[in-house]
RNA sequence: GCCCGGGUGGCGGAAUUGGAAGACGCGGAGGACUCAAAAUCCUUUGACCUCGCGGUCGUGUGGGUUCGAGUCCCACCCCGGGCACCA
C-alpha cells in the first residue's frame, strides 16, 4: 500500500479496462434518464495538441460527472474527416487522402484515449466513410426536393490559395481566407447553395430559447443582421422632370423614410441591372470607365474609408422623382452601394446621413436637412432624435413616430412597403475539390440538372486519381466519374465535380450519433427524439458563427421536410465555449508551429496532473497562456492526495474510536461541504474553484492526520472517500486506482456523494464587529447565536471598545451570525 | 460608429444574494528532515507607517446611493471580441 504514486503505470491500466469493458458504451433503451453530452468532433491532423486536450477533458468531466449522477450518458466521438490539408498532403506526398487521412485518425484516437477521455466507441462516425457520405447526399437530395438547394450565377468569393470558392463566413472581416489567409477574390459563378436566408428569421428568434454564451448568441444576431425599413419607388423622370409611367421604378431600401422630404439624389449600385437603361448617352463613356475600375478593384479597395467620394462615384446624366417633394432628382453610381445588400439602389438624405453628406459635397448637390439638429450644433449630418423640419405634413415629429408616418403614407400611396432586411445570405456549399463529399447531381444536355436516385448513393470518390497542384479538382479529369447517365432520359450526362463544404458533413453528425447504424434513413425520428437536443455542446469560440449557424439552420431544415422529429428546433440546448490557448501571446495552431504536444508530459507526469492543470488554471471559457498552466503543481497535488489516502501523511497519532470530538465533527462537516461546493461548482462551469476546493480541504485533511491527538478512523475514512468520489471525474485513473485498492470496486459505478444539508451548517462561526463599516474585531460565536446576544458580545470587545471611544453607538445593524456594525 | 465581454497582489485567479477583499495555485522568504541534495513536511508572503500593539491605504479613473460597494447607479479611460460605406 506503500508504493508510490506512478501516474503512467496506474493510467494505462485503466484506459485498457474502459476500452475493454466498454464502460461508457449506451444503448438506445437504457432505462437511465438521458443525457447527451458532445465535443465538437476534430479534424483529425494527427496526435491531439493541447487545445485538444482542453476541449476533450471539460466534456469528459461532464461524461463521468452525468454518469455518477446516475444518467444515461450518450458521449459520442467522430473525425471530421474530410477537407483540404489531407488533399493538399496528397498533392505534396502522392498519398492517397484517404491513406493519410485514416492514418491520423488513429494517431488522434490513440492520444485522446491517453488523455483518459472516454466514449461509446461503436458510434464512431468518420464524414468520409461511405456509410456517412450516402447521407449526407441523401439529405442534399432531399434539400434539393425541398427547394433548399439550389444552382445559381452569383458573385462568390474565390480563394487563390485554397483553389476553390468560399462562403461568405469564410472570408475574414479583412477580406482574407480564415483557411489560408490569401486575399479573397470575387468572380461570378454558377455554384451550389443552401437557402439558410429562407431561416434568418427562426434563426435570430430563437436564440431567445438556447442556453448558450450571450456573446456567441449575439454574435449570430449580428450576422443575420436584421434591419427594418421601407422600400421605397422612386419614378424614372422624364425630360421635363415628371415622372413617367411607361417604364418601372427605381426601388431604393430605407431606415428613415421621415428623411423623404430631403432625397436630393438617389445612388445606383455599379453592378445594378437597370444601369444601362438609366445612363444618359453623353455619360456613357464616364460611366463605363467607372464601372470598368469598379470591377478590377479589390474588395479591400472597395470598402476602405479613404479615396474621395467624387472620384468614386459619377452621374447617370438622368433623374428620378423624389415622391415626397415631386421634384427630380439626379442619379448617380457609387462603389459604395452594394447590390448585395436590399435592393443594390439608396435614395440620398446628406442632412441625416454622413456619408451621403460627404458625397453631396463632393458633388454639389443641395442638402436639405429634415431633422432638427439639438442647438449648438456644429456637426454635419445629424443622426439623432428631433422634430421633423422642411418635410411638410411630418414637421414636428420626432424621428420614431416621423418613421411610422411616412412609412404609412408609403405604403398607403402605393409607393412600397415596410420591409425587413437580412445581412445573411445564403450558403454556398459547392468546392472545387476534390477530398470532400460529392455532391450527388448530374448534368445532362437534355433534363438539365437532376439528383442522383436514392438507390444509387452514395456517390463515391475514386481511388484511382492524380493529384496535381493545378487547383482544378482530378475528378475533373477521371473519366470513369464523371461519365454517367442522366436518371431522367438515360441519355449520356456528367457528374457534378463539385463537392461540399465540410461544414455540411459537420451540420448533422450530431443526430447520426443518437443512431450510427441506421442503414435505412440518417437517423430514426424515435432515435433523434431520445436524444436531441444535446443537452451539453463544447467546442470553440471560432464556431461561433461557421458551423453552429449551419447546425442551427440544418436541424430546422430536416425538421420542416420531416426527417428530424417534428418537437425539435435547435440542436444544442446548452453550449459551452471553451477558451483559446496561446503560446508566446498567439494562439496555438499548426500553421503557427507553436503547438506544445501532450506527450512529454503525459510520458513523464501523467493525463491526471494534465487535465487537472487545464482544469485549475483558468476559469475554462477564458483564452489561456500556456506560460501559465502548473503541471508540476498538480502533479505535486496528486501526490499529496495519493500519500493522504494510503496514509503515508498520516504522522499524528494513531486513528481512534469512539466519540468523535468537535475536530472530527469539523472534518466531517468539511466532507459534506466541499460535495455541496464541486457540484455547484461543476453544474456552474467553474472547474478552477472546484479543485481549489479539493485542495483546501487536502490540506485541512493533512492538518487533521498530523494533529497530536490523531484522527477519528471512521470520519477520516469517510472524508477520504468524499474526496476521491468528487475528484473522479477531474482525475478519473488516479481515483480509480485508490479507490479500487480502498474497496475493491470501480470508482465510476458509484453514486455521486450527497450533500447532508444539516451538515452544510457550521456550528461556530466568525462575527465580524464593525465599527463605522470597518472591521474591529473577530468573534467565534455559535451560528444559532440572536440579534441582541451579537450586539452584546460585540459591545463587550474590547478592541471594538476602543474604537467606541467610550460612547455608544448611535446605530446598529446587525445581521447575526455573520455581522454587527456600530455606526457612531 | 453600433453591439457584447472584461480591468482585483510579483503572476493565474477567488469572493455564488450589497456584509471578512485577495480562497486555491504559481512565484518569493524562512524553518524541519538530510553528511548534502532531491523529494517531503511546516510557517510566512497586498502596499505603506510602526520595535511592537496597532494604524492608514487598497479591486482601471472620477462622482453618487448605502450603516456598509470589487459587487448597485452616473460619467469617463483602457483592453479583448463581433458587426460595419448595410442604406
Known amino acids: 500500500m506503500q508504493e508510490r504514486y506512478d501516474a503512467v503505470a496506474i493510467e494505462g491500466r485503466w484506459q485498457e479496462r474502459w476500452r475493454r469493458e466498454g464502460t461508457y458504451e449506451i444503448d438506445n433503451d437504457d432505462p437511465r434518464p438521458p443525457y447527451y453530452v458532445l465535443s465538437m468532433y476534430p479534424y483529425p491532423s494527427g496526435p491531439a495538441h493541447m487545445g485538444h486536450v482542453r476541449n476533450y477533458t471539460f466534456g469528459d468531466l461532464l461524461v463521468r460527472y452525468r454518469t455518477m449522477r446516475g444518467d444515461g450518458v450518450l458521449s459520442p466521438i467522430g473525425f471530421d474527416s474530410f477537407g483540404l490539408p489531407a488533399e493538399n498532403a496528397a498533392i505534396r506526398t502522392g498519398q492517397h487522402p484517404r491513406t493519410f487521412t485514416e492514418d491520423r485518425i488513429a494517431e488522434l484516437s490513440s492520444s485522446l484515449e491517453r488523455i483518459g477521455a472516454v466514449y461509446d466507441m461503436r458510434r464512431v462516425i468518420r464524414s468520409h466513410d461511405p456509410d456517412y457520405i450516402r447521407w449526407t447526399q441523401w439529405i442534399f437530395v432531399k434539400f434539393y426536393e425541398a427547394g433548399l438547394a439550389y444552382r445559381d450565377s452569383a458573385p462568390v468569393n474565390w480563394c487563390p490559395g485554397c483553389q476553390t470558392v468560399l462562403a461568405n463566413e469564410q472570408v475574414l472581416a479583412d477580406g482574407t481566407c480564415e483557411r489560408s489567409?490569401?486575399?479573397?477574390?470575387?468572380?461570378?459563378?454558377?455554384?451550389?447553395?443552401?437557402?439558410?436566408?429562407?431561416?434568418?428569421?427562426?434563426?435570430?428568434?430563437?436564440?431567445?430559447?438556447?442556453?448558450?454564451?450571450?456573446?456567441?448568441?449575439?454574435?449570430?444576431?449580428?450576422?443575420?443582421?436584421?434591419?427594418?425599413?421601407?422600400?421605397?419607388?422612386?419614378?424614372?423622370?422624364?425630360?421635363?422632370?415628371?415622372?413617367?409611367?411607361?417604364?418601372?421604378?427605381?426601388?431604393?431600401?430605407?431606415?428613415?423614410?421621415?428623411?423623404?422630404?430631403?432625397?436630393?439624389?438617389?445612388?445606383?449600385?455599379?453592378?445594378?441591372?437597370?444601369?444601362?437603361?438609366?445612363?444618359?448617352?453623353?455619360?456613357?463613356?464616364a460611366v463605363e470607365d467607372f464601372r470598368r475600375s469598379v470591377a478590377t478593384q479589390s474588395e479591400m479597395q472597395r470598402l476602405s474609408t479613404d479615396g474621395r467620394l467624387d472620384k468614386r462615384g459619377v452621374a447617370c446624366g438622368t433623374s428620378v422623382v423624389n415622391p415626397f417633394t415631386g421634384r427630380p432628382v439626379p442619379v448617380y453610381l457609387a462603389d459604395y452601394v452594394l447590390m448585395t445588400y436590399g435592393t443594390g439602389a439608396i435614395m440620398g438624405v446628406p442632412g441625416e446621413d454622413q456619408r451621403d453628406w460627404e458625397f453631396a459635397v463632393a458633388h454639389d448637390l443641395p442638402i436639405v436637412r429634415t431633422v432638427q439638429p439639438p442647438e449648438g450644433w456644429e456637426g454635419e449630418a445629424y443622426t439623432g432624435d428631433g422634430p421633423s423640419i422642411n418635410s411638410d405634413w411630418l414637421d414636428g415629429l420626432g424621428v420614431a413616430d416621423a418613421i411610422e408616418r411616412a412609412a404609412d403614407w408609403v405604403e398607403s400611396t402605393g409607393l412600397g412597403r415596410r420591409k425587413v432586411n437580412y445581412r445573411l445570405r445564403d450558403w454556398l456549399l459547392s468546392r472545387q475539390r476534390f477530398w470532400g463529399c460529392p455532391i450527388p447531381m448530374v448534368c445532362c444536355d437534355t433534363c438539365g440538372y437532376q439528383p442522383v436516385p436514392e438507390s444509387e448513393l452514395p456517390i463515391l470518390l475514386p481511388d484511382d486519381v492524380d493529384f496535381l497542384p493545378t487547383g482544378r479538382s482530378p475528378l475533373n479529369a477521371h473519366e470513369g466519374?464523371?461519365?454517367?447517365?442522366?436518371?431522367?432520359?438515360?441519355?449520356?450526362?456528367?457528374?457534378?465535380?463539385?463537392?461540399?463544404?465540410?461544414?455540411?458533413?459537420?451540420?448533422?453528425?450530431?443526430?447520426?450519433?443518437?443512431?450510427?447504424?441506421?442503414?435505412?434513413?440518417?437517423?430514426?425520428?424515435?432515435?433523434?427524439?431520445?436524444?436531441?437536443?444535446?443537452?451539453?455542446?463544447?467546442?470553440?469560440?471560432?464556431?461561433?458563427?461557421?458551423?453552429?449557424?449551419?447546425?442551427?439552420?440544418?436541424?430546422?431544415?430536416?425538421?420542416?421536410?420531416?426527417?428530424?422529429?417534428?418537437?425539435?428546433?435547435?440542436?444544442?440546448?446548452?453550449?459551452?465555449?471553451?477558451?483559446?490557448?496561446?503560446?508566446?501571446?498567439?494562439?496555438?495552431?499548426?500553421?503557427?508551429?507553436?503547438?506544445?504536444?501532450?506527450?512529454?508530459?503525459?510520458?513523464?507526469?501523467?493525463?491526471?496532473?494534465?487535465?487537472?492543470?487545464?482544469?485549475?488554471?483558468?476559469?475554462?471559457?477564458?483564452?489561456?497562456?500556456?506560460?501559465?498552466?502548473?503541471?508540476?503543481?498538480?502533479?505535486?497535488?496528486?501526490?499529496?492526495?495519493?500519500?493522504?489516502?494510503?496514509?503515508?501523511?498520516?504522522?499524528?497519532?494513531?486513528?481512534?474510536?469512539?466519540?468523535?470530538?468537535?475536530?472530527?465533527?469539523?472534518?466531517?462537516?468539511?466532507?459534506?461541504?466541499?460535495?455541496?461546493?464541486?457540484?455547484?461548482?461543476?453544474?456552474?462551469?467553474?472547474?478552477?474553484?472546484?479543485?481549489?476546493?479539493?485542495?483546501?480541504?487536502?490540506n485541512e485533511l493533512y492538518r487533521y492526520v498530523q494533529a497530536p491527538d490523531g484522527p477519528h478512523g471512521e470520519v477520516l475514512e469517510a472524508a477520504l472517500d468524499r474526496l476521491l468520489l468528487v475528484m473522479a471525474p477531474m482525475v478519473p485513473h488516479v481515483t480509480a486506482e485508490l479507490w479500487e485498492r480502498r474497496c475493491g470496486r470501480h470508482i465510476h459505478s458509484e453514486a455521486w456523494p450527497a450533500a447532508d444539508p444539516a451538515k452544510l451548517r457550521a456550528e461556530r462561526v466568525t462575527l465580524v464587529v464593525q465599527v463605522n463599516g470597518k472591521v474591529r474585531d473577530r468573534l467565534e460565536v455559535d451560528a444559532a447565536i440572536g440579534e441582541s446576544e451579537a450586539v452584546e458580545q460585540a459591545l463587550a470587545s474590547e478592541r471594538v471598545r476602543r474604537h467606541l471611544d467610550g460612547g455608544s453607538p448611535r446605530r446598529v445593524i446587525v445581521r447575526p451570525p455573520k455581522l454587527v456594525n456600530l455606526v457612531v
Request: aromatic share 10%; hydrophobic share 40%; charged share 25%.
Open 481 to 698: 466519374f464523371l461519365r454517367t447517365a442522366c436518371p431522367a432520359c438515360g441519355g449520356p450526362a456528367r457528374r457534378e465535380t463539385d463537392t461540399m463544404d465540410t461544414f455540411v458533413d459537420s451540420s448533422w453528425y450530431f443526430l447520426r450519433f443518437a443512431d450510427p447504424a441506421n442503414s435505412d434513413a440518417p437517423f430514426s425520428g424515435e432515435a433523434a427524439a431520445r436524444w436531441l437536443p444535446v443537452d451539453q455542446y463544447i467546442g470553440g469560440i471560432e464556431h461561433a458563427i461557421l458551423h453552429l449557424m449551419y447546425a442551427r439552420f440544418f436541424t430546422k431544415a430536416l425538421v420542416d421536410i420531416g426527417v428530424a422529429p417534428a418537437g425539435l428546433s435547435e440542436p444544442f440546448a446548452r453550449l459551452f465555449t471553451q477558451g483559446m490557448i496561446r503560446l508566446g501571446g498567439a494562439k496555438m495552431s499548426k500553421s503557427r508551429g507553436n503547438l506544445v504536444a501532450p506527450e512529454g508530459i503525459l510520458d513523464r507526469q501523467g493525463a491526471d496532473a494534465l487535465r487537472l492543470a487545464h482544469l485549475q488554471v483558468k476559469p475554462p471559457q477564458d483564452d489561456v497562456d500556456w506560460e501559465d498552466f502548473g503541471i508540476d503543481g498538480c502533479a505535486k497535488f496528486l501526490g499529496r492526495v495519493w500519500r493522504l489516502v494510503t496514509g503515508e501523511a498520516h504522522t499524528g497519532a494513531p486513528a481512534r474510536s469512539g466519540d468523535p470530538t468537535a475536530a472530527d465533527l469539523e472534518v466531517d462537516r468539511g466532507a459534506h461541504r466541499l460535495a455541496d461546493r464541486v457540484t455547484r461548482d461543476f453544474d456552474r462551469w467553474s472547474y478552477n474553484t472546484a479543485v481549489a476546493a479539493c485542495m483546501e480541504y487536502t
Open 181 to 285: 489567409g490569401d486575399l479573397v477574390e470575387h468572380r461570378e459563378l454558377a455554384q451550389w447553395f443552401f437557402r439558410i436566408t429562407a431561416y434568418a428569421q427562426r434563426l435570430l428568434d430563437d436564440t431567445a430559447d438556447i442556453d448558450w454564451p450571450e456573446r456567441v448568441k449575439n454574435m449570430q444576431r449580428n450576422w443575420i443582421g436584421r434591419s427594418v425599413g421601407t422600400e421605397l419607388t422612386l419614378p424614372i423622370a422624364d425630360a421635363g422632370g415628371q415622372a413617367r409611367d411607361d417604364v418601372p421604378p427605381v426601388e431604393v431600401f430605407t431606415t428613415r423614410p421621415d428623411t423623404g422630404f430631403g432625397i436630393t439624389y438617389a445612388v445606383l449600385s455599379p453592378e445594378h441591372p437597370r444601369v444601362d437603361e438609366l445612363t444618359a448617352p453623353a455619360q456613357r463613356a
